[in-house]
T-cell receptor
Framework: DTGVSQNPRHKITKRGQNVTFRCDPI?????LYWYRQTLGQGPEFLTY????????KSRLLSDRFSAERPKGSFSTLEIQRTEQGDSAMYLC????????????FGPGTRLTVL | DAKTTQPPSMDCAEGRAANLPCNHS???????VYWYRQIHSQGPQYIIH???NNETNEMASLIITEDRKSSTLILPHATLRDTAVYYC??????????????FGGGTRLMVKP
């Protein structure tokens, strides 16, 4: 257990539905990252927050995706009008500005879109 | 961040040392070598990192060549629980603009009894 938690761990939804995932970071970490991992591939960066500010978004983050971190603590990732291609593991990671060692990853949320 | 090249898969006998290579010939002077692993259905787990000196911790050792163009992760006594995908990542050590990780395909290590 790294101290980063994600909920739910698994989500099955029908195409066209909206889904929301939550990430709770290690409390002293001010940066939070979202990654997506499809089967057989390494994780791909989606977006990151420093405190409550969303500072960078990947081109992978289509306009159906939105992420928030309203109080600089937990974060949510919402996918609207899900498509089968959104099926993936969604990973959250956190770290602290100025530290060189590591990002700590949560266990991920596995999304299956039917 | 510099790109890395790793073999797609390796086998290792249980109890033997596992040596996982990584090439990063375009690494810059301020870039560190990081290793993560991902056990099936879990999030990536940090293992070790280094700049130019060899490093050792309770999980593994990291050997970086003098020209820093390649490195080797060593698991001294591999166990079945070390079966995972191992990712070698090269990036700037600290960046106030964010430390996004760029994962390649990694090496799938299979530890066999």
């Amino acid at each position: 257990d790294t101290g980063v938690s994600q909920n739910p761990r698994h989500k099955i939804t029908k195409r066209g539905q909206n889904v929301t995932f939550r990430c709770d970071p290690i409390s002293e970490h001010n940066r939070l990252y979202w990654y997506r991992q499809t089967l057989g591939q390494g994780p791909e960066f989606l977006t990151y927050f420093q405190n409550e500010a969303q500072l960078e978004k990947s081109r992978l983050l289509s306009d159906r995706f939105s992420a928030e971190r309203p109080k600089g603590s937990f974060s949510t990732l919402e996918i609207q009008r899900t498509e089968q291609g959104d099926s993936a593991m969604y990973l959250c990671a956190t770290d602290q500005t100025g530290k060189t060692d590591t990002q700590y990853f949560g266990p991920g949320t596995r999304l299956t879109v039917l | 961040d510099a790109k890395t090249t790793q073999p797609p898969s390796m086998d290792c006998a249980e109890g033997r040392a596992a040596n996982l290579p990584c090439n990063h010939s375009t690494i810059s002077g301020n870039e560190y070598v990081y290793w993560y692993r991902q056990i099936h259905s879990q999030g990536p787990q940090y293992i070790i990192h280094g700049l130019k000196n060899n490093e050792t911790n309770e999980m593994a050792s990291l050997i970086i060549t003098e020209d820093r163009k390649s490195s080797t992760l060593i698991l001294p006594h591999a166990t079945l629980r070390d079966t995972a995908v191992y990712y070698c990542i090269v990036r700037v050590g600290t960046n106030n603009a964010g430390n996004m990780l760029t994962f390649g395909g990694g090496t799938r290590l299979m530890v066999k009894p």
